[in-house]
């Protein structure tokens, strides 16, 4: 894999999150989602898909997207929470729970901002 593979492969896949954060946004405001497109599973996602397929051959082995891996875990297990209190009818509750999910989501987005920074400096040798 070349450098600029690896860049637009964590691109691709930040833009997967970003997608996937506004069908759940879209399923707090009331709006009929499918489950497929906000899936709860942390691995059932786009950016998990990536994330545990070639983003971990690529990267597993830095501190950097271990660091992704959390915040990411952290997000769907908030978004569990708020998959349920729509599910339930909660629509406060849900969107409280919303507003937590957004920030956690900056946090996972700056995250992989650093990832990219990391493989922007990081010599052809390493991919």
Same mark, same amino acid.
Request: net charge negative; glycine share 4%.
């Given at each position: 894999? *070349?450098?600029?593979? !690896?860049?637009?492969?964590?691109? %691709? @896949?930040?833009?997967?999150?970003?997608? =996937?954060? !506004?069908?759940?946004?879209a399923?707090?405001?009331?709006?009929?989602?499918?489950?497929?497109? $906000?899936?709860v599973?942390?691995?059932?996602?786009?950016?998990g898909? =990536? &994330?545990?397929s070639?983003?971990?051959? !690529? &990267?597993?082995? =830095?501190?950097? %997207?271990?660091d992704?891996? %959390?915040?990411?875990?952290? #997000?769907?297990?908030? %978004?569990?929470?708020?998959?349920?209190?729509? $599910?339930? /009818?909660?629509?406060?509750r849900?969107? *409280? #729970? !919303?507003?937590? #999910?957004?920030?956690?989501?900056?946090s996972?987005?700056?995250?992989? /901002? #650093?990832?990219?920074?990391?493989?922007?400096? @990081?010599?052809?040798?390493?991919?």
């Open positions: 894999m *070349t450098k600029q593979e !690896a860049l637009r492969q964590v691109r %691709y @896949a930040k833009s997967s999150h970003i997608r =996937w954060r !506004a069908y759940v946004q399923m707090v405001a009331g709006l009929e989602v499918e489950e497929k497109r $906000a899936p599973h942390h691995k059932e996602c786009d950016f898909h =990536w &994330f545990y070639d983003g971990f051959k !690529a &990267f597993g082995h =830095w501190q950097i %997207y271990q992704v891996e %959390y915040s990411h875990e952290l #997000l769907h297990a908030v %978004y569990h929470m708020v998959f349920e209190a729509c $599910a339930n /009818g909660e629509q406060a849900a969107a *409280t #729970l !919303a507003e937590q #999910l957004v920030g956690i989501s900056h996972l987005l700056e995250a992989i /901002g #650093l990832l990219e920074e990391e493989i922007q400096t @990081a010599s052809q040798y390493q991919f």
